[in-house]
Each structure stands twice: as C-alpha cells, then as structure tokens.
C-alpha cells in the first residue's frame, strides 16, 4: 500500500534556511492532507493540514502546498529552527476514515 | 498531563504470549483508533472504534486483534497471539475537533511491543 510516499528520506538544513519537505500520493479522493512531527519516544504531533479545493495553507512558519494535478504536496518550514528537528509524516484521509501515512522524513537542523 | 496516556511504554513478550496494550485519554471520546509502526516503516492503520464498536479495520487487524472499552475510560487493543512481526510501535489516537474539518489526530506516546 504506497498511497502515500515520501522519498528522500532525510534532510538536513542549517539554522534560519528553509526546510522543503515533499509528498506524493495517487489515490485522487483524499479530501484532506495533513503533516505531522514526531520527536523520539513522542506520539505524532499534528502540524499542519490543507483541504485539497485548496493550494496553500500558511500557519507561522509552515506553510503546505498542494498541486492536485500532479498529486503532490509540500511542506515549507521558514526559518528552520534547532527544535524542528523531528522526523515529519505526510498524511491524507479521505472522509472521516483512516489516516494514510508516509514514510517520514528525517530533519537535521544544524545549528 | 498528556491528552492520551498508554500503558506500557515498553512491553517484551515471548512469542505465543497474548498483550494487552492500553490507552486512557484525558476525556471522554467516542472515536478512537490504534495505529502501528514498525521500526523503519511508515506509520499503519489498524482499526478504529466508534461508541463502542469496531467502526474500520485494515487489512492488519486479523482474528489475533481484539479491541475493547471496558470501561467509560479505558481503551484495550488485544494481541492474543503475538508473533515476532508484531514488534512494533503501538499508538492510541483520538480525533479532535477540527476547525479545518481535516480528521486530525492526537496520538499517545505509543507502547513498543517487542515480541522474542
């Protein structure tokens, strides 16, 4: 099941850059999408989600980009901070079913 | 205080052994779900559970799997069986209320299950 895939598996960034994290999914009726931070030994931490009638959706220094047409997605994180080093899950549901995940990226932010 | 507590942070079993994993959230909710994850692979759905029944379960959730409320608080994922492949990861989400209408999730800390 690779509905959702996130490739590149780990990034590193230093302080105060920009962070680019992306997504691809192939199931064209997932209605939301969603990421989520994980630090170790911690649950996943909802961030920030998009409906998909919509391209962007900016809260403080994230911000999520969604081009249905090339079914992908983007999380920007502007300015990278030391404490955004997490590994960072895409998400999408469809309904109020199930959350499909990704595999997760991995985000050094060097100081 | 966390919103959803699990109980054991860690669990070592031996294979054929059954487990029970627990979840209580901070305050009543009618939807919860368990998710697994295996150590390097993404974050799976197992089933989810609406006023007190199963309302989805994934291709995962096989006759091993139980899941229970026995009490108001209480939520119980069962494994009666464990076999190695079910060491992994264990998290008890609830869904919260959401302005954007996304089904976001409020996941616990999880509970490793390690099967030998």
């Known amino acids: 099941d690779q509905q959702v895939k996130q490739n590149s598996p780990s990034l590193s960034v230093q302080e105060g850059r920009i962070s680019i994290l992306n997504c691809d999914y192939t199931?064209?009726?997932?209605?939301?999408f969603l990421w989520y931070k994980k630090y170790p030994a911690e649950g996943p931490t909802f961030l920030i989600s998009?409906?998909?009638?919509?391209d962007k959706n900016e809260d403080g220094r994230f911000t999520v980009f969604l081009n249905k047409s090339a079914k992908h997605l983007s999380l920007h994180i502007v300015p990278s901070q030391p404490g955004d080093s997490a590994v960072y899950f895409c998400a999408a549901s469809y309904g109020n079913n199930r959350l499909a995940f990704g595999k997760g990226n991995q985000v050094v932010v060097i100081p | 205080e966390p919103e959803v507590t699990q109980t054991p942070s860690h669990q070592v079993t031996q294979m054929g052994q059954e487990v029970i994993l627990r979840c209580v959230p901070i305050s009543n909710h009618l939807y919860f779900y368990w998710y697994r994850q295996i150590l390097g692979q993404k974050v799976e759905f197992l089933v989810s559970f609406y006023n007190n029944e199963i309302s989805e379960k994934s291709e995962i959730f096989d006759d091993q799997f139980s899941v229970e409320r026995p009490d108001g608080s209480n939520f119980t994922l069962k494994i009666r069986s464990t076999k190695l492949e079910d060491s992994a990861m264990y998290f008890c989400?609830?869904?919260?209320?959401?302005?954007?209408?996304?089904?976001?999730?409020?996941f616990g800390a999880g509970s490793r299950l390690t099967v030998l």
């Open positions: 199931n064209s009726m997932f209605d939301y």
């Open positions: 998009i409906s998909s009638i919509k």
């Open positions: 989400a609830i869904a919260r209320d959401s302005l954007s209408g996304a089904n976001v999730l409020t």
